[in-house]
Every structure is written in C-alpha cells, then in structure tokens.
C-alpha cells in the first residue's frame, strides 16, 4: 500500500465552494485513474498549531509505488493538478507532497 500524502494552503481570497471544488476535481480522478484505491481530504483540525499555514491536505492510496507513478504522469492528473495550483497562496510553495508506505516501514 503506497499513500500520497499533500498539504496544501490556499489563496485566502478563495471561498469554501471554491476550495470544495477543487477538492472534488481530485476526487474525480478516481473515475479515470483505476490505480487510485481511496481519496480522503479535509482541513486541518487541531489546536496543536503544527501546520505551519498548511490548512487542507488529502490523502490517495494505491497498491504500490508503480501504480502511484501511473497516477502522477496520468494526463488527468495533470491537467488537475494545472487547474488547482495557480489557486494555491504561493504555487508549488504552498505544496507539500509525502508518500509512503507503511509496510516497509524504516
């Protein structure tokens, strides 16, 4: 199980149904991306304050790494991921992307 991990900050101009629907064009790559097992987001929700501005995050999980590759040259990808960073704070800087897998371990 190979899980893609990204933390995103978006430009605070945006609204909540802005930020949904760019979350659900993610989710959406589940219908043309079959090596996509499960999509999950959400906002950050603790009153730790470790997030360093980082307010939203998603999580994809596939079976492996390869399958992960598939995911992010597929041209769906692509073309969604071209959409959602022009509405991040600063760009690709406002992106931090983590995968693993948690059967390996260290």
């Given at each position: 199980m190979m899980k893609h991990i990204v933390l995103l900050q978006f430009q605070e101009s945006?609204?909540?149904?802005?930020?949904?629907?760019?979350?659900?064009?993610l989710e959406?790559?589940?219908?043309t991306i079959s090596e996509i097992k499960s999509f999950?987001?959400?906002k950050y929700?603790?009153?730790e304050g470790a997030n360093r501005g980082f307010e939203y995050?998603?999580?994809?999980?596939?079976?492996?790494?390869?399958d992960r590759d598939i995911y992010l040259h597929?041209?769906?990808h692509v073309a969604v991921a071209g959409k959602i960073i022009p509405l991040l704070k600063n760009?690709?800087?406002s992106l931090i992307a983590f995968d693993?897998?948690?059967?390996?371990?260290?």
């Open positions: 945006l609204t909540k149904d802005e930020i949904k629907n760019a979350f659900m064009l959406g790559l589940g219908e999950k987001f959400g929700d603790s009153q995050g998603f999580e994809i999980e596939f079976d492996n790494a390869a597929h041209p769906d760009g690709l800087d693993y897998d948690p059967a390996v371990g260290l």
